[in-house]
């Protein structure tokens, strides 16, 4: 029997939400599974500088998998695609353009676009994609996928109010007291089923300045470039709505470290890459040595120039 007064909930948004047409799902790893189990794959030919999540994933299907190279242009090398095999492409910070992903639609057809990094590069016809909602809002899971297969089963919604601690924490309070609680989210979402997004955060995605972020990301990446350009060693494109500014340069580790102490907070994304890569394998030295500087929606330009300025100081 439905609920009728009593106390008011966290209020309803309406204002329209990003890719509302899409299929919306708990987490960007299990709408790579939703691929698997809609397309019947087999076998895949997955990136070597990926998280460990995404290994889970394939750890839980009967896929044959084996992994190729990127250069240091971001980009897949040459790869040979075997029959039957579904190629996983990642847009690493938004750097593969709209032309780069149809030539590799062109070139390989059997492609999976991964669009973590890049949320407002739109999703081209015929083409599955992946968006992660956690990487760009402050939303606590939810992910994106656009496909034209299906699964044949229903699917449950997911459940979100267990999960908002650390973001509420954060709002009010500094990162540091809730990021053990977020590291904790995090892991969550290695054993968690195949869902549908929970109420709760798609109803958090319809409150979103989708303009106003897109505007504030692209502009601060322009800013990072414009000033750091010189000492980068990646020749980038600015994206719209940027995921953060990869500063890669030699003994970037280094510089992470020396940022932390000043609060500057810049992750290594893909900390497994050390483990399983020889130091001499490119995916080793992008992990280690790429510095990705924050430039989300809460930063001004003022706040760019400040950590513009704590880079040259040190």
Known sequence: MREIGGYIELETFRSPMMYDDGKKLNCGRNAFAYLIESRNIKKVCFPKMMCDSDEKVLGSHDLEVRYYSIGRDLKPVDIGLGEDEWLYVVNYYGQLSEEDILALKKKYDRIIVDNAHAYFQKPLPGIDTIYTCRKFFGVPDGAILYTDSEIERELPYDESYGRMNFLIGRYER??????????????????????????????????????????????????????????????????????????????????????????????TLWPNVLENCNESDTEYDLAENIVPLPCDQRYSSDDINYVIEAIRNV
């Open 174 to 267: 500094p990162a540091s007291e809730f990021y053990s609680e977020y590291a904790a989210n995090n892991d969550v979402f290695f054993a968690e089923p195949l869902k549908r997004m929970s109420r709760l955060t798609e109803n958090l995605l319809h409150g979103i300045d989708y303009d106003f972020t897109e505007k504030r990301r692209t502009d601060n990446f322009r800013l990072y470039h414009k000033e750091l350009e010189a000492v980068n060693r990646l020749s980038l494109r600015v994206p719209d709505g940027a995921f953060m500014y990869p500063l890669y340069i030699e003994n970037g580790r280094d510089l992470k470290k020396k940022l932390i102490g000043m609060k500057i907070y810049t992750p």
